[in-house]
C-alpha cells in the first residue's frame, strides 16, 4: 500500500457515498426481482384486463429499477472523479495523475464496475423493449428482468451466515483491507493520499470506448434469446422470428465492432501490427459473435422458408450462453496463469457456476419440452437453394466456435475435473491452421450464396454469372501478390504467396467474395443499397481477410541488431529474438535502421509518463534529398500495481504501411551512471572489433611522425555502422620536453557511432 506522512493529503473518510450506493443497489436488485415477477404473472394471467394490469404495475418496478441503475452509475463516477479513496474500489483503480479521459477507463476496469456496465445495456435495452415491443414486452421483459436479479446479485456484497453475495463497489477501504495495521489510526487516510491506479495497458483511448461497446453486444445477445424464449413460452413458434431479427444483427454489428476496437487496442499498444494473439479472453468475446451470426443466418433462413427453425433456437440460446460462459472465464479467476486480461479470483466462482447453469437450463429445458412442437418442413432443403448453403455456412461458423472453445476451455478441465492437459504451446499457429479454413470458406459461401435462389435455382445462370467473377477474383490476387512484393518486397525469400499455400487460396477467396458480392449490388441490386445489407456484410467481412492477409505479411523488423550489441543490462527479458530485433539508441546519435536514420533527440516527463523523442529521416540515396521525415514518442509509463514500467507504443501511419516504434527498455541507474568499459584487444591488420553500434575493421599501421622531438604510431580503421561507413584514424604519441616525456592521443577524423571500442 502507498504510505506517505504528509497531513497536507489528508481526506476526510466520507461513508455517506457508499450507503447511498449500497442502498441503490439494493433497490435496483429489488425492483428487478419484482419487475420479473409482476412481469411473469402478467403473462400467465388468462384475464385481459387483469394482465394490462398487472404488466403495467411490472413496468413501474422496471423503470424504479432504471432509475437505481442510473443513481449506483453516477454515485460511482463521482467517487472515483472527486478521488475518495476511503473506499476500496476507488482506491484499486483509480488515481490522482489520471487524465480526465481515462476517468471513465477506471469506472468498469473491475469487476464490480464492469458486471454495472452489463447491467446499464440491458437497462437501455429493456427500455426499448417496453416502447416498441407490444404484444411481446411481457414475456420478454420477464426474461431479461431475471438477467439484471443475476447481474445486480454480484454487486449486493452482503452476507447470509458466512456466506457472501456479490461484492459491492462501495466497500470502505478499511472494511476490505482491515487486517492492515494502518487502520489502526482514526485518520488513517492521512496515509493513503493516492490509489493504486489504473492498469498502464488500459490507459489508452481505444479502452475508454472499447469496453462499452463489447458489453453492449454482450447485452444485446440476451434480446433474440429472450424472443426466442418467448416463442416458446407462448406457443407461437414463429411469430418471434420478425422482431428477434433486427435485435440480432444489431447485436452481430456492435460485438463485433466491439472486437474490432479491441484488436485496434493490441495493434496499437500491445505489439508491432499483432491485432489478435488467441489469448483465452479474446476467444471469449469471439465465440458469441460466431455463434449470433450463425443464429442470425438462421432465423432469415426460418423466416424466409419455414426451414432451420429448431436449429435458430439452439443457436440463439448457444450464443446466449457463451456470453455468460465468457463471463466465467474471464472473472472467475481460472485464467489467472494463461491470460494477462483475466481478472482475479474473488471468491465468485461459485457464484459464476450458478449464473453459468441457470443460463444453460433456461436454453435447454423449454426447447426439450416444445421440441416436437416446433414446425418443421417435410421437404428437405435442396442442394441447389440458398437456404441449403446459409445453413452450411451457418455449421460452419458454428464449428470454428466450438474448436476455439474447446481448446481454450484446457484450463477450466484441468480446475474442474482435476485433468493435466496443456494448452497450444503456440496458439497463434494452433488455431490459425483450423480457422483459415473457416474462413475460406466462410469467404466462399459469402461469393456464391447471395447468387442462390430460396426454394431452386437453376444450374447454368448460376454458373454463368460466377464463372468470370472467379476468373477476375485469381487476376485480383495475381496482381495483389506483385504488389506486395514491389511495395514492402514481402516475398522475397519467404513463399508465403508465390507458390500455391492456404494465404494464396485465402486471398482468392477473400477477392471472390468482394468481387461476387459487389457485382449482386449492382447487377441484381441495382444499386439500391437500402436491400443490401447482407451483400455489404460479406464485403466487410472479405476486406477484414484481406487486411489481415497483408498487414500480416508486410510485418518486417527494421530495428534488426546488425552492429553485433549484446545487451546485458541485468540480462532480464533479453532472449535472443529481444536481441536480434532491439537496437540501442543514444541520445543524438543517427543510426540507420531499414531505409530511415533515427535519432533519439531527448524525452520530457508529462503526466507520469516519460516521451521519447524519436526522429525518422528518409533520404534518397543519390541526391541526398528528403523525401520522409517525422518524429514519434513512444512512451513509458510506470504501473504502479505491477510496480514496473510499461511501454506503450507510437505509431506513424501512412496509406500502405505503419511504422511501429516501441521502447522495449532502458538502462538501469546503476548502467547509466557507471563508467565506461574498458577493453584491451591485440589485433592485425584486417582484424575486426565490435562496438556497441557496429564494428571497426583495422585497414593498416604506419609510423607517425610529428615534430623533431616526437614519436608516433597511427592506425587507419574503417568504422561501420549499419550501412554507413567511415575511416578513423587514431593517433599515440610520444613527445620529450624539458618536463619529461608526454603522452597523447588523438584523432584525426570521428565517427557517428557511439560506445566503447
Not at 432504471?66 to 472523479?81: A, D, E, H, K, Y
Not at 534529398?625 to 505509431?651: C, G, I, R, S, W
Request: glycine share 8%; with cysteine.
Amino acid at each position: 500500500m502507498q504510505q506517505s506522512a504528509s497531513p497536507d493529503a489528508m481526506q476526510s473518510i466520507d461513508p455517506f457515498y457508499g450507503q447511498l450506493g449500497h442502498l441503490l443497489v439494493i433497490m435496483a436488485f429489488v425492483f428487478a426481482f419484482a419487475a420479473a415477477l409482476l412481469y411473469l404473472l402478467s403473462v400467465q394471467r388468462k384475464d385481459a384486463a387483469l394482465s394490462q394490469k398487472t404488466a403495467r404495475l411490472a413496468r413501474m418496478f422496471f423503470f424504479g429499477h432504471v432509475l437505481s441503475i442510473i443513481g449506483i452509475v453516477i454515485t460511482l463516477f463521482l467517487l472515483i472523479f472527486n478521488h475518495h479513496f476511503e473506499y476500496e474500489y476507488v482506491w484499486a483503480h483509480s488515481s490522482r495523475d489520471l487524465q480526465m479521459k481515462y476517468i471513465l477507463s477506471c469506472f468498469w476496469e473491475g469487476q464490480e464496475g464492469s458486471f454495472l456496465l452489463w447491467s446499464f445495456w440491458h437497462v437501455v435495452l429493456g427500455l426499448t423493449v417496453i416502447f416498441f415491443s407490444k404484444k411481446w414486452e411481457g414475456p420478454v421483459m420477464t426474461i431479461i428482468s431475471v438477467m439484471q436479479v443475476f447481474l445486480l446479485s454480484f454487486l449486493l456484497g452482503i452476507y447470509i451466515g458466512d456466506t457472501r453475495i456479490g461484492v459491492s463497489p462501495f466497500i470502505l477501504l478499511k472494511d476490505a483491507m482491515g487486517s492492515d495495521p494502518v487502520f489502526l489510526f482514526d485518520n488513517y487516510m492521512r496515509f493513503i493520499p493516492d490509489g493504486r491506479g489504473l492498469n498502464a495497458l488500459l490507459q489508452n483511448y481505444w479502452m475508454v470506448i472499447h469496453p462499452p461497446v463489447l458489453f453492449c453486444g454482450f447485452a444485446s445477445i440476451t434480446l433474440p434469446f429472450a424472443y426466442g424464449l418467448a416463442g416458446l413460452w407462448k406457443r407461437d413458434y414463429t411469430g418471434w422470428l420478425k422482431p428477434a431479427i433486427p435485435y440480432a444483427l444489431f447485436s452481430g454489428m456492435v460485438l463485433g465492432t466491439g472486437i474490432l476496437m479491441g484488436g485496434a487496442w493490441a495493434y496499437e499498444s500491445l505489439s508491432f501490427g499483432g491485432f489478435w494473439a488467441w489469448d483465452p479472453v479474446e476467444n471469449a468475446s469471439l465465440i458469441p459473435w460466431l455463434i449470433m451470426v450463425a443464429a442470425l443466418h438462421n432465423l432469415v433462413v426460418a423466416r424466409s422458408t419455414g426451414h432451420a427453425l429448431r436449429s435458430s433456437y439452439i443457436m440463439i440460446s448457444l450464443a446466449f450462453f457463451f456470453v455468460i460462459y465468457a463471463s466465467f472465464l474471464t472473472r472467475s479467476g481460472i485464467l489467472g496463469d494463461t491470460s494477462v486480461h483475466a481478472f482475479v479470483e474473488e471468491g465468485l466462482t461459485v457464484h459464476l457456476l450458478v449464473f453459468l447453469a441457470a443460463a444453460f437450463l433456461a436454453g435447454l429445458v423449454p426447447l426439450f419440452r416444445h421440441w416436437r412442437f416446433i414446425p418443421t418442413q417435410e421437404s428437405e432443403e435442396k442442394i441447389n437453394s440458398r437456404e441449403f448453403w446459409m445453413f452450411v455456412g451457418s455449421l460452419i461458423l458454428l464449428f470454428g466456435g466450438l474448436h476455439v472453445i474447446f481448446f481454450t476451455s484446457i484450463p477450466v478441465y484441468n480446475k474442474l475435473f482435476g485433468f493435466n492437459l496443456s494448452s497450444p504451446t503456440d496458439p497463434v499457429h494452433f488455431y490459425t491452421g483450423v480457422q483459415i479454413w473457416v474462413g475460406m470458406l466462410i469467404a466462399l459461401l459469402s461469393a456464391f450464396g447471395q447468387f442462390l435462389k430460396y426454394k431452386k435455382t437453376e444450374a447454368r445462370s448460376f454458373f454463368r454469372s460466377l464463372t468470370v467473377t472467379f476468373i477476375f477474383s485469381v487476376v485480383a490476387a495475381v496482381i495483389s501478390v506483385l504488389l506486395l512484393e514491389k511495395i514492402w518486397h514481402v516475398t522475397e525469400g519467404r513463399n508465403i504467396f508465390r507458390t500455391v499455400s492456404l494465404y494464396t487460396l485465402l486471398l482468392i477467396c477473400a477477392w471472390f467474395s468482394v468481387i461476387a458480392n459487389t457485382q449482386y449490388i449492382i447487377r441484381f441490386l441495382k444499386g439500391r443499397l437500402r436491400v443490401a445489407g447482407g451483400s455489404i456484410a460479406h464485403i466487410g467481412f472479405a476486406i477484414l481477410l484481406l487486411g489481415i492477409l497483408i498487414s500480416n505479411a508486410g510485418q518486417k523488423v527494421i530495428s534488426e541488431n546488425v552492429f553485433g550489441v549484446q545487451f546485458t543490462d541485468g540480462g532480464e527479458g533479453m532472449d535472443n529474438t529481444f536481441q536480434r530485433e532491439n537496437v540501442r539508441l543514444i541520445r543524438n546519435a543517427p543510426l540507420p535502421l531499414g531505409d530511415y536514420l533515427v535519432t533519439y533527440l531527448g524525452d520530457t516527463v508529462e503526466g507520469g509518463a516519460t516521451y521519447f523523442n524519436i526522429h525518422f529521416l528518409k533520404s534518397d540515396p543519390e541526391t541526398h534529398a528528403t523525401l520522409q521525415e517525422f518524429t514519434v514518442h513512444p512512451y513509458l509509463l510506470m504501473d504502479n500495481k505491477m510496480q514496473q514500467l510499461a511501454p506503450n507504443p507510437d505509431t506513424k501511419h501512412f496509406l500502405t504501411y505503419d511504422v511501429f516504434t516501441h521502447v522495449s527498455s532502458i538502462p538501469s541507474e546503476s548502467a547509466r551512471n557507471a563508467m565506461p568499459e574498458l577493453h584491451v584487444d591485440t589485433i592485425r591488420v584486417g582484424d575486426t572489433i565490435h562496438t556497441n553500434t557496429g564494428y571497426m575493421v583495422l585497414e593498416n599501421v604506419q609510423r607517425y611522425v610529428g615534430s623533431s622531438d616526437s614519436i608516433g604510431a597511427g592506425a587507419q580503421f574503417t568504422a561501420h555502422v549499419g550501412k554507413a561507413s567511415e575511416s578513423i584514424q587514431p593517433v599515440f604519441a610520444m613527445s620529450i620536453s624539458d618536463n619529461g616525456i608526454h603522452q597523447e592521443l588523438s584523432e584525426i577524423a570521428h565517427c557517428r557511432c557511439a560506445g566503447t571500442f
